[in-house]
């Protein structure tokens, strides 16, 4: 079975959304988890209204990303879940995505598989998948090179994002949960894939599975648009800042070639001190 699992703190109306395209999905072979971190608005009192099938769990409102992931993933391993999907809940599924999804699973059932991004608003792909380079501290989009023909099936990349993420139960069993403690919001899930793909665990973007988001809706978006010093401490030492200098550090200490280590950090700190005001 699968479970779905949707971290979500206020912001019904994107929860609601995404429950609603799950409700329409073609296969209805998943069992969906919402993990409600505190939320403040009517989140809570909407789930029990309107949704009840889904499961939810409740949040001390301190968990962030990885520890309400990570609770639901436990609830989820609990009953002998075979697959596990992390998904924000700022996104809709087409109704074949499940169904593509699964397809592509069961052909590679040790695979961690994610999908390509389409803005909702525009229906431009905004993510199709990259390589990493620990050494120039260089992205390489797949987007960019791939030829239109080739954009379908799988393409192995470096690592992959939590919105649609689909792991194999057995990564979990084997590999352990994200890493909550070190990574309590940003790089868990690029940490997750990248050591999962170490351990001999293929790591996808699908190019047949496709995500509706909303990419100016993310935090790292928002603190950007400010452009303040209190968002440039925000983004290098807050919880929630995209740059946070402590979570890179853990990140790279753990992924980073030893022979790249130094070089990679010093790139990285620059990246990170100068790039928000420069982006």
């Known amino acids: 079975m699968l479970y779905i699992i949707i971290p979500v703190f206020n912001r019904w109306p994107f929860t609601q959304a995404c429950l609603q395209s799950l409700r329409q999905q073609t296969v209805r072979h998943f069992r969906v988890v919402v993990v409600d971190d505190g939320s403040t608005d009517d989140t809570r009192e909407s789930l029990a209204r309107d949704f009840a099938e889904v499961q939810v769990l409740p949040g001390s409102g301190q968990l962030y990303w990885t520890a309400a992931v990570n609770l639901g993933i436990r609830y989820a391993l609990a009953y002998d879940a075979d697959r596990i999907m992390t998904l924000n809940n700022d996104v809709v599924a087409p109704p074949d995505f499940i169904e593509k999804v699964l397809r592509w699973s069961h052909r590679q059932p040790r695979a961690l598989l994610g999908p390509v991004e389409l803005d909702a608003s525009t229906g431009q792909t905004v993510f199709g998948g990259e390589t990493f380079s620990f050494l120039t501290h260089s992205r390489h989009s797949l987007l ?13 990349v470096t690592y ?9 139960a057995m990564v979990f069993r084997m590999q352990g949960l994200f890493d909550e403690r070190r990574l309590p919001h940003y790089l868990a899930d690029y940490d997750f894939t990248s050591q999962a793909r170490r351990a001999g665990f ?14 100016d809706e993310s935090g790292q978006a928002k603190t950007r648009r400010q452009r303040s010093l209190r968002g440039y401490y925000q983004h290098l030492f807050g919880i929630q800042g995209g740059g946070n200098l402590r979570n890179f550090t853990y990140f790279a200490v753990k992924n980073a ?23």
């Open 160 to 168: 992959l994002p939590g919105r649609g993420l689909l792991v194999p």
């Open 144 to 156: 960019a090179s791939l030829p239109p023909e080739d954009q379908c099936g799988l393409h192995p």
């Open 257 to 279: 070639p030893v022979f790249f280590l130094p070089f990679f950090l010093v790139n990285g700190y620059l990246r990170r001190l100068l790039g928000y005001f420069l982006r």
């Open 202 to 215: 293929p790591v996808y973007i699908n190019y047949d599975t496709h995500l509706l988001t909303y990419p």
